[in-house]
């Protein structure tokens, strides 16, 4: 049985982590959150000790461990710009790290938290569960089989609705969540680097703090892609049926579904790590670097080559 500790126990995603520590017969030793709204944790682990000072959480993990009940591994749950923070104290505990995505929020991050994975011997692994999901799977295989030079026409369209407050939380700031890109966008990138090969160049139309859109090549693919938090800009048809979350991922003209098979997909990366094979520094750092461009990036004139949903953002 291994030994964890999660830190932002009270964060939205926080009960997928604790069920994958349930379900890999894992331990869950101590929670942290400055937030007490952690009801969810007697679901699966009403045993474990709860934290809302970090130094009192720091004196538990550190008391277990010289009472003999090594901690194996830290999963992070925090807001995105206090990943790094605690994936360097998880490193520094002697525990390897398991951190929620954005791993962290620039490149330069990225390479300095290599060196302390040198420096400590511990490993930090990142969720990147997409990767994992056997329709994204099939596709990667059937796009690395296409033949040196082909170049396929992908549309991404993403947009999960937000209310007021999501403006007033730490997620509506850019320099806390790396803005709409690093908040939401992230898994998208990931998952189209490792399907369609490297990023070579990339156009942003538009960037609002509800929404951005923009233009990337890729290897093997030119996507045209929109991210959104306002309904505002949800299409038609996702208003008729009452829905106030669209995805869409249109390759050369064929939707690609893959809405089922996600409830599992934490888990197996908890199994993966567990492994000996999750996802580390160097496979968080492609999409890191993609939504850190498009945070910074110039904003380009919109042309025949835009997502057609850009035209509708405002700012």
Not at 24 to 29: D, E, I, N, Q, Y
Request: net charge negative; charged share 25%; glycine share 8%.
């Amino acid at each position: 049985m291994k030994n964890f500790a999660l830190i932002g126990a009270a964060g939205y995603i926080a009960p997928r982590h604790m069920k994958a520590v349930r379900d890999v017969g894992g331990a869950l030793l101590a929670a942290y959150d400055p937030n007490d709204s952690v009801g969810v944790i007697d679901s699966h682990f009403p045993e474990a000790e709860f934290f809302t000072s970090f130094e009192e959480f720091d004196r538990f993990i550190d008391a277990s461990g010289r009472n003999g009940t090594k901690l194996d591994y830290l999963g992070i749950c925090s807001p995105n710009y206090l990943h790094d923070a605690h994936i360097r104290y998880g490193l520094r505990t002697g525990a390897d790290v398991i951190c929620e995505k954005p791993l962290v929020l620039g490149v330069a991050d990225v390479d300095a938290l290599m060196e302390m994975e040198k420096a400590t011997g511990k490993k930090v692994n990142t969720i990147l569960q997409l990767r994992l999901h056997p329709v994204i799977q099939a596709l990667r295989e059937k796009i690395q089989a296409t033949p040196k030079g082909v170049v396929h026409d992908v549309t991404l369209t993403y947009l999960t609705s937000r209310g007021k407050w999501y403006f007033t939380s730490w997620k509506g700031e850019t320099a806390k969540s790396g803005g709409i890109a690093s908040n939401i966008g992230i898994h998208f990138f990931d998952m189209l680097s490792w399907v369609f090969g490297e990023a070579t160049s990339s156009v942003v139309h538009k960037h609002a703090e509800d929404a951005a859109a923009g233009v990337m090549q890729f290897e093997k693919a030119r996507v045209r892609w929109f991210l959104s938090v306002n309904a505002d800009y949800l299409p038609a048809e996702a208003v008729a049926a009452g829905k106030r979350t669209y995805r869409s991922i249109l390759i050369d003209g064929q939707e690609l579904e893959f809405s089922e098979g996600f409830t599992e997909l934490h888990s197996d990366s908890y199994r993966q790590v567990l492994a000996g094979k999750g996802y580390g520094l160097a496979d968080a750092r492609p999409s890191i670097s993609i939504a850190e461009a498009i945070r910074h990036a110039p904003l380009a004139a919109l042309d025949d080559t835009a997502h057609t949903f850009a035209a509708r953002v405002k700012a």
